[in-house]
């Protein structure tokens, strides 16, 4: 062999050694990218369905359950909590938490003495689960200093006359307040009262589901005797170091000593700005009005974006940054009548809804939500035409509407 064919012969050898290896390089590469992008697709449908904010698949209508527990939470018995079992023994459909039911109870008019249905929503206050769906009602009292008042027809109707074994009508969870994300972003919640119950649902959510992402649960309670669930959010609390507890006695009593987890104060923007560090930026609030009309436009005030700022009210507190504009032009004098009330009245542009204008008239009508979605507040419209202050989540049936979120076009008559 010459010394020109070997030096050929070796050329070529390593040239189809590495044509080889470029070629297994290749493969693999391809392959791994392969994988990669099947991960990726994977992942994305993943946090997408966590993130969903679509609703879960319930049921329509109202559905029968069973009060399989009652469990009072506080010292004072004033906050109960109700184990709801459906009626049919097959598995509850999940939720996301913050969210609400609605509950249907007949309960006796207070005009004529006969029983009608009267609709109430209340937060989920656990983690999804098959089995069961827990509620948590706090007794509302007739306002200080009303004698000739009732107390709060529902929660002392729940309290006083619903019994373990008992049967109850149920929406399926429904509620624009609910978590957003699954991902890591630490998270700020601030509970006020009663308030807290959808707190606890997210919290125990997030925990079940191993989330590291770091909670803040600011607890804002008169003092112990009215604070629910302190042994599980104290256990939940020691046995989860990215959960960090925080319950502020506003009133605190001889027994509610500061000390881990407990502070003597309120809940409020300086407690938060001392307590939380700068990444925190996405915040859900709960609670009484006093609270939801300052922390909320007090976040806002401190640079929060108004997008992470998630809040829901229990009843018809106004959070100033999202007061409607009154709709109707001055000197536009609408009339609305309500036809089984008798009434035929001036509407007010600040009314806000229907619900509350019908509502600080003295006229009776059933209510729930008050956001569009449990449909409680659906009313027969006689004659005239009305405007949705935001779209109906509840089925709307033909010729009603919903009051609390519509305002009258013009002349108006509903059968309230
Ligand atoms: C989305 C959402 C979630 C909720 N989650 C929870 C929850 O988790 N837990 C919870 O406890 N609550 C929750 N609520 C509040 C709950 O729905 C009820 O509003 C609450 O239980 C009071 O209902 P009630 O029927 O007992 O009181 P109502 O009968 O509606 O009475 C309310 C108040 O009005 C007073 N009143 C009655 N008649 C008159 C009158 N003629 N004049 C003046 N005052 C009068 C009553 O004395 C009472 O103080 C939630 C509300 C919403 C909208």
């Not at 009303?146 to 109707?157: E, K, L, Q």
């Not at 005797?225 to 959010?233: S, W």
């Not at 407990?262 to 996405?282: A, M, N």
């Not at 640079?303 to 504009?325: L, M, N």
Request: charged share 20%.
């Amino acid at each position: 062999m010459t010394l020109a064919s070997l030096t050929g012969f070796i050329v070529l050898a390593i040239a189809a050694q590495t044509a080889l290896w470029a070629g297994i390089v290749l493969l693999r590469h391809r392959r791994e990218y392969a994988s990669l992008r099947t991960r990726v697709r994977g992942n994305s449908v993943a946090s997408s369905a966590a993130g969903s904010t679509k609703k879960p698949s319930g049921w329509d209508g109202f559905r029968p359950f069973r009060v399989e527990r009652k469990v009072y939470e506080d010292k004072a018995h004033t906050i109960c909590s109700f184990y709801l079992v459906p009626g049919d023994g097959a598995p509850l459909p999940p939720f996301q938490p913050g969210q609400y039911l609605t509950l249907q109870l007949e309960v006796i008019g207070p005009e004529d003495g006969e029983p009608r249905p009267v609709t109430r929503c209340y937060s989920l206050s656990d983690r999804p689960r098959p089995e069961y769906y827990r509620v948590t009602v706090k007794r509302v009292p007739a306002p200080a200093g009303c004698t000739d008042v009732p107390p709060g027809r529902i929660s002392s109707h729940l309290h006083d006359g619903v019994q373990e074994g008992d049967q109850i009508l149920v929406k399926a969870p429904s509620g624009p307040f609910h978590l957003r994300d699954r991902g890591l972003s630490p998270l700020a919640l601030a509970g006020g009262g009663i308030g807290i119950t959808p707190m606890l649902s997210m919290v125990e959510t997030l925990l079940h589901e191993g989330s590291k992402r770091e909670i803040w649960l600011f607890y804002g309670v008169r003092d112990g005797a009215e604070q629910v669930m302190t042994q599980r959010l104290e256990e939940l609390a020691a046995n989860h170091p990215n959960l960090h507890l925080l319950v502020s006695y506003s009133r605190p009593g001889e027994q509610d000593i500061a000390g881990p987890y407990r502070r003597h104060g309120r809940v409020g923007i300086d407690l938060l700005r001392i307590t939380l560090p700068r990444q925190v930026e996405t915040f859900y609030v709960c609670g009484p009005p006093a609270l939801m009309e300052s922390l909320v436009p007090d976040l806002e005030a401190w640079g929060i974006p108004p997008d992470q700022i998630h809040y829901e009210t229990f009843g018809p507190a106004s959070v100033k940054r999202r007061q409607r504009p009154a709709v109707t032009a001055p000197g536009e004098p609408f009339t609305v009548t309500f036809a089984n009330s008798g009434k035929h009245l001036a509407w007010d542009p600040n009314a806000g809804s229907l619900l509350e204008f019908a509502e600080a008239n003295g006229i009776e009508v059933n209510s729930g939500c008050r956001s569009g979605a449990c449909g409680g507040c659906q009313t027969a419209v006689k004659e005239g035409d009305l405007d949705y202050l935001q779209p109906p989540e509840a089925d709307v049936e033909p010729g009603t509407c919903l009051l609390c979120i519509s305002t009258p076009k013009g002349d108006l008559t509903l059968s309230a």
